[in-house]
């Protein structure tokens, strides 16, 4: 199911940072993998959840939420996706000897380039590698947690209507506070550029903070590549590691990847705009692998 990349990354103040990560195409392969593992750390109750903190009373709610999609995102950006984006491919039509339709003047003299035909040439999409890190302190809230993903989706949908096209990964970081040498990764790839949004399959890993908080936590506390929790859970890497964590990022996944933090998008006050400019100047004319 899952892709495990491990790395050792020095650190230009002179130190390096153990790094595991476990790469999902899915948020539901994630959930078949909690069901087949066994707790390996155990300080997390699922069955009995907060609902004000992590946003579904149950697991069951959790995973309804996983097939169904959170219904407040799907709804608040249904209307701004009925508008189509910007054309993938330009049309020019010219004379030919063969095509769709004759051109009756020239075919009545018998001239070979007597018929129209369509040109077809792709317009080279511009391509965005976004690992967004969803990772966020206890102290934060789930409306918090859900604004700072609706922007996330919004910059998307108005850069996608402008011919950008993009690859997003929900991650999770999970630091240990009293280590700070030592990072393991979740990461689930959401949308892919050479397809179209899909709200439903977006809106529950992208907002919802049950997906951090409830299938996260259930994935640190059973992946084979988590280390111990430390002072807690939620401490998440750019809060640690703010110098490094592009730096992170680009060893882990490629020259072609940006990072973004849940926590820096709270602090910009969800705006939307500075989002797009930051998804602009990460961009790079490498193709995606």
Known sequence: MAVRKDL?????NGGSLDTRAELYNCAEDVVTDCKHRSVRISDYELGS???????VESYD????????GYQSTVDEFRKELSVEP????????????????PIVPLALKCVPNSMVCMDMKPIKAKVLD??????VLAGTSPDEIIKAGQAILGAIIDLEKQGYRFNLYAVQTYCRGDKNDTVDILCVKVKSSSKPLDLK??????THPAFFR??????QGKSPITRDVGWGRGRDFCKEHSDYSQLMITKLFGSNAHYLS????????????????SFKNGYTKKEPA
């Open 130 to 135: 976004i690992y967004y890190d969803m990772t």
């Open 49 to 55: 959840l907060d609902k004000s903190w992590c946003g």
């Open 86 to 101: 910007s054309d993938g491919t330009r049309f020019s039509f010219k004379n030919n000897i063969q095509g769709f339709a």
């Open 214 to 219: 409830v299938i996260g936590f259930d994935w």
């Open 201 to 206: 399959r977006m809106s529950f890993p992208l």
């Open 61 to 68: 709610e959790a995973l309804s939420l996983l097939k169904t």
């Open 8 to 12: 050792y990354i020095p650190l230009p």
């Open 262 to 277: 849940g926590s820096q998008v709270i602090r910009s006050k969800y705006d939307r705009e500075k989002l797009k400019e």
